[in-house]
């Protein structure tokens, strides 16, 4: 049998509103209970009062509670009514029409009656809640807000222009009614913990808030002393027309940003402070993707590669590499390593031969090892350096890296044990000293010869003319024997060919020889940082295949794939996770123009700068003595 529980409602204008749902049951519960099927929500009714049940042709009204049901004109607890007939029943304020429509029994429930003065249950909470015992909310609420206000608006602003006005100078300073309450009333306007880099301006708001309610402007960072002079990271017009297109919310609160002073492109806009320890940068890899991901569909002239996730779909590197060396000014490109770029030095160094383990070179190392602390076989560290940083290396030099094995020593005096050196990376004091060398010993050699020892030689012209001769022989002599031992320096087997090029003279004269020009890069990878140090606990041959290089002119940087082993992107997980900002600046000024010379530069790279005008150019006087004679050096010295 299906019931259909009618609800009828009735509008202050005596309109109805009936609501039916469909039971399928052959019995109904009526009551206060909010799981009876007829729910009738009165104190007067039980809570499961009477049930409803359809027994073939009859209807049965029976009462389960201590309350009647009242049915033709009189109370009673059981009621049998045909299901033909429309009956009607009574149970408090509410009137129950129960009668068949088609196959249906309909039970229509509506509230004749008004509320009774029986205890309702909105009375119930009256009587028993404590609204009477404690402050009204709409009181409470406003007691609240006007202290709110006082103290978090009225007091901060009382103090704020009070301070400036009682001192200028030192507008900051805590005044003493304040230090009454142990804190700055202003600091309760504080959205966090400042960051460490800013932690001297925690008791010092106006330092950046220079007016109330106004947030930090550029200027105060730019003009502070802090941050004055520093890059943006490309120029204005390029950084707006870089920033993909905004929807329409987006374009209202540009504006709305605009009309308030508030500049979107402001320091701001990336640097958030009160952040704690989380800092004042926002490294978020989307704060970079915004543009960059695809950023050639707007500067259609840039050069740069779009990019957005690391191991999705980033480039492989491209090291800024020497394509044409030069002492002042290097001719420098950024090529791809997919593209297996070179780069020209103007040095001609095999790293294979000095790694090999079996070969001379960890022979003679193993020679100098108690000398210079070599192990059995030479390695990458003992070479090169890590600077202070721990970033970048420091520059080979020749002297302090390769001066025990390569010695330039070409004479040593048998009287004192003083060795004569070659200056290094300068081919003309070279050909100097050589020349210089020779003609003083023929000099030396002729006077001995001459005088026999003594002061005394035999008078006439004849005599003289036999000495002239002689001297002029023994200069012949000495430019012959200087020009071959020039020759030999700078050609196969010499002091300067196996690691220099070689600018042979177009006439022949060996006093002609030059070296190309030596051109070091200092960073091949100028627009990233990279720490070394925080790589220390892998081998440097882990990444870079220094062991099966035969030229100097290989670049051995690892691809990105080395990278991928342990990087991955901001959101992967079981790997590192790597954003923009842990290989780019984004205010790249922290280095200096690439290979620019200058002072600290010369330094550095005293064997490939041009010589200054006030530097000494006597050969060797510069340099510092090398400690070690080479077998090269002592064939040369038996040679003379």
Same mark, same amino acid.
């Given at each position: ?39 009738? $929500? ?25 309350? $009647? ?5 009189? /109370?009673?607890?059981? #009621? ?42 909105? =009375? ?112 204005? =017009? ?5 920033? $993909? ?52 569909? !707007? ?74 602390? /070599? ?17 970048? /290396? ?16 070409? =004479? ?44 005394? !030689? ?48 177009? =006439? ?21 940082? #990279? ?26 940087? $690892? ?34 123009? /690439? ?46």
């Amino acid at each position: 049998m299906t019931f259909i529980i009618r609800k009828i409602r009735r509008r202050p204008n005596g309109q109805e509103v009936v609501r039916d749902q469909p039971v399928n049951k052959t019995e109904l519960t009526v009551g206060r209970a909010t799981e009876c099927d007829i729910y009738l $929500p009165d104190l007067t009714v039980s809570l499961n009062h009477a049930t409803i049940e359809a027994a073939g042709n009859s209807i049965r009204v029976q009462a389960t509670s201590d309350r $009647p049901v009242k049915a033709k004109g009189k /109370f009673g607890t059981r #009621f049998v009514f045909p299901a033909k007939d429309e009956n009607t029943i009574g149970i408090g304020p509410y009137q129950i029409k129960i009668y068949k429509e088609d196959d249906s029994i309909v039970v229509a429930t509506e509230r004749t009656e008004e509320k009774t003065q029986m205890l309702q249950p909105e =009375d119930e909470e009256k009587i028993f809640s404590l609204k009477k015992a404690v402050i009204g909310k709409r009181s409470h609420a406003w007691f609240w807000a006007l202290v709110t206000v006082f103290v978090a608006i009225a007091a901060p602003l009382y103090y704020f222009y009070s301070d400036r006005k009682a001192d200028v100078a030192n507008p900051i300073e805590i005044r003493a009614d304040q230090e009454l309450i142990g804190t700055r009333v202003d600091q309760l306007w504080l959205s966090g913990p400042m960051s460490l880099a800013h932690t001297s301006l925690a008791d010092n708001c106006n330092a950046c808030h220079l007016n109330a309610f106004e947030s930090v402007q550029d200027v105060t960072c730019l003009s502070s002393g802090c941050h004055d002079g520093i890059r943006n990271h490309a120029e204005q =017009d390029d950084l707006w027309a870089s920033k $993909p297109p905004l929807s329409a919310g987006e374009e209202i609160l540009r504006s709305v940003a605009q009309f308030t002073g508030k500049n979107e492109m402001a320091c701001g806009s990336c640097h958030m402070e009160h952040n704690g320890r989380e800092g004042v940068i926002l490294t978020s890899e989307g704060t970079c993707n915004d543009c960059h991901a695809d950023m050639d569909t !707007r500067l259609t002239d840039t050069d740069l590669i779009n990019v957005s996730h690391f191991d999705v779909d980033h480039p492989n590197f491209r090291p800024t590499v020497i394509t044409e060396p030069h002492f002042d000014n290097p001719v420098t490109a950024r090529i791809s390593l997919d593209d297996n770029p070179k780069s020209y030095s103007g040095l001609k160094f095999p790293h294979d031969i000095h790694l090999e383990a079996d070969g001379a070179v960890a022979k003679q190392a193993m020679d100098l090892a108690d000398e210079w602390g /070599f192990d059995e076989v030479l390695g990458c560290e003992d070479c090169h350096q890590t600077n202070a940083a721990g970033a970048l /290396f420091l520059p080979v030099n020749m002297e302090q890296n390769c001066g025990m094995c390569h010695s330039l020593a070409f =004479d040593q005096d048998p009287e004192t044990g003083y060795i004569r050196t070659l200056r290094h990376g300068e081919p003309q004091d070279v050909i100097a000293s050589m020349q210089d060398f020779y003609n003083s010993s023929a000099a030396r050699l002729f006077d001995e010869s001459n005088t026999g020892g003594s002061t005394r !030689r035999r008078p006439g012209d004849v005599a003289q003319l036999r000495e002239d001769n002689r001297l002029v022989d023994s200069l012949l002599f000495a430019s012959d024997r200087a020009r071959q031992r020039v020759a030999e320096i700078f050609n196969e087997g010499g002091a300067c060919y196996d690691c220099h090029v070689i600018v042979e003279p177009e =006439d022949g004269d060996p006093l002609k020889y030059d070296i190309s020009h030596v051109s070091l890069e200092e960073q091949f990878m100028p627009k990233t940082v #990279f720490h070394h140090e925080s790589h220390d606990f892998m081998n440097c041959l882990d990444c870079h295949e220094a062991e099966t290089s035969d030229s100097a002119t290989d670049v051995l940087l $690892p691809g990105i794939d080395n990278c991928l082993d342990c990087h991955r992107s901001e959101t992967t997980v079981n790997f590192i996770p790597s954003n923009c900002l842990m290989c780019h600046e984004y205010h790249d000024d922290t280095h200096q123009p /690439f290979m620019t010379p200058d002072d600290s530069s010369r330094t550095r790279h005293a064997s490939v700068w041009p010589k200054r005008d006030d530097e000494i150019s006597v050969a060797g006087s510069s340099l510092p003595q090398a400690v070690t004679v080479t077998a090269e050096a002592t064939n040369i010295l038996q040679d003379q």
